[in-house]
């Protein structure tokens, strides 16, 4: 069992940068992968960025490929979504989800084992 908890959110100008944190519970995080998504009000959810166990393997999707740096330390049972040159269009409620397995076709799917509640990012003009 894995319990994730995002924090970071909040509100910035277009051009501004944010962390997103992903802390976890458990001891077995440091053996799964995780992902980031995000959804937008009237949108359904999307795929942003995953990392494997070791940190050794990142996907990102290519609308925020060269923006978003996903990371993680196993020590302190985080992940991390930076976040920078941000835009309108990335306002979204952004959440962090653990898996198992690294597998692309269930990363970007969102077929993932456990997830945390959410944060709250607000891009404005």
């Known amino acids: 069992q894995v319990q994730l908890v995002e924090s970071g959110g909040g509100l910035v100008q277009a051009g501004g940068s944010l962390r997103l944190s992903c802390a976890a519970s458990g001891r077995t995080f440091s053996s799964y992968a995780v992902g980031w998504y995000r959804q937008a009000p009237g949108k359904e959810r999307e795929f942003v960025a995953a990392i494997s166990w070791s940190g050794g393997i990142t996907d990102y999707a290519d609308s925020v490929k060269g923006r978003f740096t996903i990371s993680r330390d196993n020590a302190k049972t985080t992940a991390y979504l930076q976040m920078n040159s941000l835009k309108r269009e990335d306002t979204a409620f952004y959440y962090c989800?653990?898996?198992?397995?690294?597998?692309?076709?269930?990363?970007?799917?969102?077929?993932?084992?456990?997830w945390g509640k959410g944060t709250l990012v607000t891009v404005s003009l």
């Open positions: 989800a653990a898996d198992p397995f690294y597998r692309r076709s269930k990363l970007i799917s969102g077929g993932m084992d456990y």
